[in-house]
């Protein structure tokens, strides 16, 4: 029991001791630790720098493309309806919706039987007519010849008058034949002016025939164009769309068969800015004839056709901006119709003295980050004229000078910066001199016989085999002791 007791304040002495031991270790550590974090020089850190796509402003001549979107729309249609009414006796057989026609082709005709009834009953009249006119004729000649003969009767009885006074005055003969010749010359008188007045009326006749010849022939020639209408042909080649006729069909005056759309005559309507339409018009305010290419995809297929802006929507709308309406450079066979949504590339008038830059190279408003000197970086602001996709034009840029192509967040104003051919120069000459800093650590500044350092000193070789002379690996045959065996106990 004694002897237990012993053994245990022994072992919580020893315990003690050993956690003394150990306080007093980790204090002086700490305190060391403290003292070398305090007295030890810091070393700078190196400064970062970062490796950036650059880019070196020049001059250069732009024409930009202005890009909008927009409908087609047909500049020429005709709407095909039926002049006369009347049965379809006859109808072509490319009269379907999407059929093309050429121009003077017959499309549709109407039953003419009762026009042509009109037309024969207008002849018959504008015949009557004439009949009357030539009559009249006659009847102005008959009465020309009696007024000429009713005049001589009244000279005859003006100068039998004459010789009655004279031998009156005479005494030859008596006052009462006198006044017997005066009543015969004032009866031709009052004859002649019978007969002009009958010719006078015959003369009526005549014009009254002549105007209704006139009426006859108009009468005659609105049954023919009549006759005419009742057959619909079209004016020019075109494509045919909104079709609704069929043979036997009755049709009304007026009643629409069909439209008839002019393929060569197709233009595009597109909508462009406030600022974007500044750009198109001319110092006087006129609309400049720019060239443009009218784009309509097709699945994985592009269709390109030329266009020149033609002329300005009459009105304006509320949300502002204009609509603009270009004509298209097409042909019957063209693949685009009337309703296709397409896209518009206008070719602005160019720009000179400008420069083109990446569009992630330049802030919304304009700032752009020249490389200085030591490769440090430089705030400016450039103005930026056009936006085309992936790329600016930009004005009043410093050009020569070279500037970052793609802006990051870590970038600013006195960063240190360098383009990938001047990082693999600085990685070289960090490779240059790790290499020496290895040299002069190992092997005191020699080099190996290759050329890398770490070489060892003459006379340190290692003898053949790799291994220090004089000495083995432990558990070779060299070092084992003699009667190692071990014995069983």
Same mark, same amino acid.
């Given at each position: ?13 020893v ?19 403290e ?98 006119e030539s ?23 003006r ?6 006074i ?58 023919r ?17 909104? !079709?609704? =006729?069929?043979? /036997? +069909?009755? &049709? ?5 068969? *069909? #439209?008839?759309?002019? @393929?060569?005559?197709l ?16 110092e ?31 009105? !304006?709308? =509320?949300?502002? /901006? +204009?609509? &603009? ?5 097409? *042909? #019957?066979?063209t693949? @685009? ?17 400008v ?78 001199k ?17 050329g ?38």
């Amino acid at each position: 029991m004694r002897f237990l007791l012993r053994s245990l304040i022994g072992t919580l002495i020893v315990v003690a001791l050993a956690f003394g031991a150990l306080s007093v270790g980790m204090s002086r550590f700490k305190e060391a630790s403290e003292k070398a974090a305090v007295e030890r020089p810091k070393r700078p850190a190196p400064e970062r720098v970062y490796t950036i796509r650059d880019q070196i402003l020049e001059p250069t001549t732009v024409t930009p493309i202005m890009t909008a979107y927009g409908t087609i729309q047909a500049g020429r249609t005709l709407e095909l309806r039926a002049a006369q009414p009347g049965k379809i006796v006859d109808i072509t057989g490319d009269f379907r919706n999407g059929a093309q026609v050429n121009g003077g082709a017959m499309l549709i005709r109407v039953d003419p039987a009762t026009t042509k009834s009109r037309e024969a009953d207008a002849m018959n009249t504008l015949a009557d007519t004439q009949s009357r006119e030539s009559q009249a004729v006659q009847s102005v000649a008959l009465a020309e010849a009696e007024l000429a003969a009713a005049q001589r009767q009244l000279d005859l009885r003006r100068d039998a008058l004459k010789r009655r006074i004279d031998l009156a005055n005479r005494g030859i003969v008596a006052r009462a034949t006198v006044e017997a010749d005066q009543l015969a010359l004032a009866s031709a008188d009052q004859a002649v002016i019978t007969r002009r007045q009958a010719l006078t009326n015959a003369r009526k006749q005549v014009e009254q025939a002549r105007l209704a010849i006139d009426r006859a022939n108009l009468t005659v020639s609105d049954s023919r164009r009549n006759i005419a209408d009742t057959t619909i042909t079209a004016p020019f080649n075109g494509v045919l769309n909104d !079709t609704n =006729a069929m043979l /036997g +069909r009755l &049709v009304g005056t007026n009643e629409t068969l *069909g #439209r008839l759309i002019d @393929l060569t005559a197709l233009e595009v309507a597109f909508r462009v800015s406030d600022a974007q339409f500044s750009r198109l018009l001319s110092e006087s305010g006129a609309l400049l004839p720019l060239k443009a290419t009218v784009t309509l995809a097709l699945g994985d297929r592009r269709i390109e056709t030329n266009a020149a802006l033609a002329r300005i929507a009459a009105t !304006t709308e =509320a949300e502002g /901006g +204009r609509t &603009v309406y270009a004509t298209l450079s097409t *042909g #019957r066979d063209t693949p @685009l119709r009337p309703g296709d949504f397409v896209s518009v590339n206008v070719s602005e008038p160019p720009l000179t003295q400008v420069a083109m830059i990446p569009a992630r190279a330049a802030t919304e408003d304009g700032r752009i980050y020249l490389i200085g000197e030591d490769n440090r970086l430089e705030e400016t602001t450039v103005r930026i004229l056009r936006r085309m996709e992936d790329t600016l034009v930009i004005g009043d840029a410093p050009f020569g000078k070279r500037i970052v192509a793609e802006l990051r967040p870590q970038l600013g104003p006195g960063i240190k910066v360098q383009n990938p051919e001047e990082a693999l120069i600085a990685q070289e000459e960090a490779k240059k001199k790790a290499a020496e800093r290895a040299a002069k650590r190992f092997g005191g500044g020699d080099a190996k016989p290759d050329g890398k350092p770490g070489g060892r000193p003459e006379g340190k070789r290692r003898p053949e085999g790799g291994k220090p002379e004089g000495k083995s690996r432990p558990g070779s045959e060299g070092d084992k002791p003699p009667n190692t065996q071990r014995s069983g106990t």
